[in-house]
C-alpha cells in the first residue's frame, strides 16, 4: 500500500518553505512596497506569480484536471530534480529506470548523490518487466519511466506501466514529452485513481516552445504542494507565463503543426527506407527516428559537413549503429534526404 508520508525526506517534511512577498499577497493592484522591487519600467519591475495561477487554471481545463494537481517547472528538469531531493536520501536511496532512455535522470541523480539502477530494455525496446521488478529493493522510492521513450521512440504498453504503478509502493514517473506525437493515450486520465503515478509533460516538443522551459509535472495535490514547497519562489518568469497562456489559448495551432510533423515523419520514414545504408528503421512515436545504418560514423560526419546536425546514439547499449532524427519542416526533410542519397551512391560507388 502507497503511503506518501513513509517516503518524504524527514528534512523536507519538517521545511518551512520560503514565503515570498507574492505568496502573502496575490493581487494586482494596489501600491506594491512589499517586496523591495523597483517602481520603474513596468510590468517587468514586479515579480511574477510563483504559483502561475493563470497558466494552471488554464491548463487545467486543457487537460480535464485540478489545478492543485499541476506543477509548472523551469523545464521537466527541475521537476525531476525536485523530485529526487523531496523523495530520495543521498547515499541511502535509490531510483530505477529503464536503458536506454532520457539521460538526464541518471544526472539528476548523480547531482542528488542518489544510487541510480539501470535496467535494460529488451532488444524490440520493450519492458523487461521481471527484471524491473527485480531491481526494486526497500530503497528503492522512484522509478522513472518515459513514454514515448527517447531515444527508441516507441511507447510503452500503458497495461505494463500501470502494473509497475500498482505493484510498487514507491512513485512511478512516466515523462510524457512526445505524448501529443503518440497513437497511444495520455496516462495523465490515471493520476486520480493512482497516488503514486506523477506525468511528465513539457511545452518544448509539439508547443514548440522549447526556448521558454516550461515543464508540467501532474500529480495528486500532495505530491504538487511537497513539489511548491520545496521549488525555488519565482521559477517561472513572467514572460513565459505570458506567452504559455497565448499559445493555450490556441490549442488548435499546436495540433496542426503536430499533424504535419507526422505527416513529414511518415514520408520521410518512406524516402529512406530505399536507401542501401539505412538498414532498420525503428516504428516511431514521436517527432523523431531512430535509424540503423551501415557505417554510423562516416554517415554522421558526411551529413555534418553539410551543416545537417543529427544525433549519434551508437554508443548507447541496444541503439549500435544508430542516428537519431528530428523530424524538420519539409524543405529541412529534403535537404537530409538529397544529402543522404548522394553518400549513399558515393558509398555504393567506391
Known amino acids: 500500500m502507497f503511503d506518501l508520508q513513509t517516503i518524504i525526506r524527514e528534512n523536507v517534511k519538517s521545511l518551512i518553505p520560503y514565503s515570498s512577498a507574492r505568496d502573502e499577497f496575490t493581487g494586482e ?40 494537481q499541476i506543477f509548472l517547472g523551469n523545464g521537466s528538469d527541475e521537476a525531476i530534480d525536485l523530485l529526487i531531493r523531496a523523495f530520495c536520501e543521498p547515499h541511502v536511496n535509490n531510483i530505477v529506470s529503464v536503458h536506454p532512455s532520457y539521460g538526464m535522470y541518471q544526472v539528476a541523480a548523480d547531482i542528488n548523490a542518489v544510487e541510480f539502477t539501470k535496467v535494460f530494455l529488451n532488444t524490440d525496446f520493450s519492458l523487461d518487466l521481471p527484471a524491473i521488478f527485480n531491481a526494486i529493493n526497500n530503497e528503492t522510492k522512484l522509478i522513472m519511466l518515459c513514454s514515448p521513450n527517447n531515444p527508441t521512440a516507441n511507447s510503452l504498453p500503458i497495461t505494463e506501466v500501470l502494473e509497475i504503478v500498482r505493484q510498487f509502493e514507491g512513485l512511478v514517473v512516466v515523462d510524457e514529452a512526445y505524448i501529443d506525437f503518440s497513437k497511444q493515450e495520455s496516462l495523465l486520465a490515471y493520476i486520480s485513481a493512482y497516488s503514486n503515478l506523477i506525468v511528465l509533460q513539457t511545452f518544448s516538443k509539439a508547443w514548440g516552445m522549447a526556448a521558454l522551459r516550461m515543464g508540467i509535472a501532474f500529480a495528486s495535490a500532495d505530491i504538487i504542494h511537497i513539489l511548491n514547497k520545496i521549488k525555488y519562489p519565482y521559477n517561472i518568469n513572467k514572460i513565459t507565463q505570458e506567452l504559455v497562456l497565448r499559445a493555450l489559448d490556441n490549442e488548435s495551432v499546436k495540433n496542426k503543426r503536430v499533424r504535419k ?60 549503429g544508430c542516428l537519431r532524427i528530428t523530424i524538420g519542416r519539409k524543405s529541412e526533410n529534403k535537404i537530409l534526404f538529397h544529402a543522404w542519397a548522394q553518400f549513399d551512391k558515393e558509398t555504393l560507388t567506391n
Open 29 to 68: 493592484k494596489g501600491v506594491f512596497l512589499d517586496a523591495n522591487e523597483n517602481p520603474f519600467n513596468e510590468p517587468y519591475n514586479r515579480y511574477p506569480d510563483p504559483l502561475q495561477r493563470k497558466v494552471k487554471e488554464k491548463l487545467a481545463n486543457l487537460k480535464k484536471v485540478h489545478p492543485d
Open 261 to 320: 510533423i507526422l505527416s513529414q515523419r511518415d514520408k520521410l520514414i518512406k524516402k529512406i527506407s530505399g536507401l542501401k545504408t539505412v538498414l532498420t528503421i525503428y516504428p516511431s512515436d514521436a517527432n523523431f527516428i531512430l535509424v540503423k545504418v551501415a557505417d554510423t560514423q562516416k554517415l554522421y560526419n558526411y551529413l555534418l559537413n553539410q551543416k545537417i546536425i543529427i544525433r549519434d546514439r551508437s554508443k548507447i547499449q541496444h541503439c549500435e
